[in-house]
Nanobody
Framework: QVQLVESGGGLVQAGGSLRLSCAASGRSFATYTMGWFRQAPAKEREFVASMRWSGGNIYYADSVKGRFTIFRDSAKNTAYLQMNSLKPEDTAVYYC??????????????????WGQGTQVTVSS
């Protein structure tokens, strides 16, 4: 049974940094794509970043490119989203997701089979 558990959210001032973690369990993720999505109040869920667990096919939304970095630690079976230079518009619930599919640069959430419970990120101005 696949389980994804996010952590690391919180309240930070604009310009600050946070690192989100996604602890993955239940199977080998060697052939999976890991993704991060976010959903702000009254807005649709949007793609943030993704990568193959093997390390390739790294994509970012234009809104976070140059500020966010997705990476994973295979030894810990954990994916991460390092978020720097945070802006108030980054405020949202952030979700980790996983799929066996090779997804493109603008994947929809429907392409992902497994989801975490979400972690709140709030950026104050």
């Amino acid at each position: 049974q696949v389980q994804l558990v996010e952590s690391g959210g919180g309240l930070v001032q604009a310009g600050g940094s946070l690192r989100l973690s996604c602890a993955a369990s239940g199977r080998s993720f060697a052939t999976y794509t890991m993704g991060w999505f976010r959903q702000a109040p009254a807005k649709e869920r949007e793609f943030v970043a993704s990568m193959r667990w093997s390390g390739g096919n790294i994509y970012y939304a234009d809104s976070v490119k140059g500020r966010f970095t997705i990476f994973r630690d295979s030894a810990k079976n954990t994916a991460y989203l390092q978020m720097n230079s945070l802006k108030p518009e980054d405020t949202a619930v952030y979700y980790c997701a996983a799929t066996q599919r090779w997804t493109g640069s603008r994947p929809s959430g429907a392409e992902y089979a497994y989801w975490g419970q979400g972690t709140q990120v709030t950026v104050s101005s």
